[in-house]
Each structure stands twice: as C-alpha cells, then as structure tokens.
C-alpha cells in the first residue's frame, strides 16, 4: 500500500483561475506534511509545510490538513503560467527521520 | 544560510562500472541527510537516509550503498552498475528543529 497518493493529472486551469491540488496518506500516525513544486528537469523545491489541522495560507498559496479524513491539499490562487510544473505532496511519519512522498500531479496554467 | 551541493549533474556510465555521488551541506552541524532516486516520471524513492556519521539506514534492497564519512557529508556508491540504476539522484537534508526537507540540485545518471 502507497503511504503517499496524488492524482497524477495532468490537471489543466486557466491563468487566474484557482488549482486544487489533492493527496491523501494512509499512516495515522503521520505528523507533518509538505508540499513541493518541482519544475521539469530540476529538484523539487519546498512551497509549504502544514502541522495542524486547518488552513494555512502563504501568498497565493493555501494549504489544508485534516488528519481524521488523511488528506492534505493545496490551493493555488491566481494561477499563473509560471505554475505549471509537478506537485509533489510528501508526509513525515513524526520522527523526522522519514519523508514520503507521492508520485506528483502535474499542473498546466493556460495562458 | 543552508546550503546543499550534489556532484556530478550528468553522468553516463555503463553497465557494470562503479558509481560515487557526493553531497556537502554547509551552514547547519548534525542534519539528517537522505537519497532520493526519481525514475522518469515517477515519484521519489527513499534509498537511504542518515541521522549521524557512520549511521546509515537502508530502505530498500538494492545494488546501491551509501556512507557518511564526515557530519555533512554523504556519498552514494555501487559497485557494479545495472540498466535500472538510471534516474535522477538527489541529496536532501533536514535538520531536526525545522523537520523540513530541501533538495540538492539533482545527479542525472543514465547508464547504457
């Protein structure tokens, strides 16, 4: 069983438009949760952490946890061309010692 | 500030030789370091991390090793490379405050 799932799209917005992007985990005991954009070709680099249930916003992104459900999501605002790349959500099972991560979702903004 | 490189970027190796990618963090003492390996198109696959010198947890089998001689030091070796050993290795880093992983720049091996 994956720890980590995303849908690997591609999933296609419109520039200015809101992108949804989705994951789900399955070990209760995870405790932390990050998002990474990663463009083609490049190392992924970190967009957002989130540790508690709830929102968490940065600029013109959301991030949203709800451990009894096991989800986690990220909410692009304002979608730029430049967004479009690879979303990999990763989740760190509580020691810092382990991150996992799912296979990513690829965003394309049309201009 | 933290930083963290990874060499070689490319390499093209056959079947059968040695590999060794090495990665330095700098700005930070005692951080987890970890390798990652990326298959076209796939996700990233945890090979190995490490929470001190000489400590090294593995976390699948396979023809790769890794060894951190030095506290910000961390290399990634094989023996004898295979055709699946191609992908895109990266060297991220954590430290144990934050819990936050970040990425060296990526080694792109192929092997033919």
């Known amino acids: 069983q994956k720890e980590v799932e995303q849908n690997s799209g591609p999933l296609s917005v419109p520039e200015g438009a809101i992108a949804s992007l989705n994951c789900t985990y399955s070990d209760r005991g995870s405790q932390s949760f990050f998002w990474y954009r990663q463009y083609s070709g490049k190392s992924p680099e970190l967009i957002m952490s989130i540790y508690s249930n709830g929102d968490k916003e940065d600029g013109r992104f959301t991030a949203q946890l709800n451990k009894a459900s096991q989800y986690v999501s990220l909410l692009i605002r304002d979608s730029q061309p430049s967004d479009s790349a690879t979303y990999l959500c990763?989740?760190?099972?509580?020691?810092?010692?382990?991150?996992?991560f799912g296979s990513g979702t690829k965003l394309n903004v049309k201009p | 500030s933290q930083t963290i490189h990874q060499w070689p970027a490319t390499l093209v190796q056959p079947v059968g030789s040695p590999l060794s990618l090495e990665c330095t963090v700098e700005?930070?003492?005692?951080?987890?370091l970890y390798w990652y390996r990326q298959a076209a198109g796939r996700g990233l696959q945890l090979l190995f991390y490490s929470v001190g010198i000489g400590q090294i947890s593995s976390e699948v089998p396979q023809n790769l090793s890794a060894s951190r001689p030095q506290d910000r030091q961390f290399i990634l070796s094989s023996k004898k490379l295979l055709l699946s050993d191609s992908g895109f290795y990266l060297c991220?880093?954590?430290?144990?405050?934050?819990?936050?992983?970040?990425f060296g720049e990526g080694s792109r091996l192929t092997v033919l």
């Open positions: 991220a880093w954590s430290g144990t405050n934050t819990g936050e992983l970040f």
């Open positions: 990763a989740v760190n099972l509580g020691n810092f010692n382990k991150f996992y």
């Open positions: 700005g930070t003492s005692n951080p987890n």
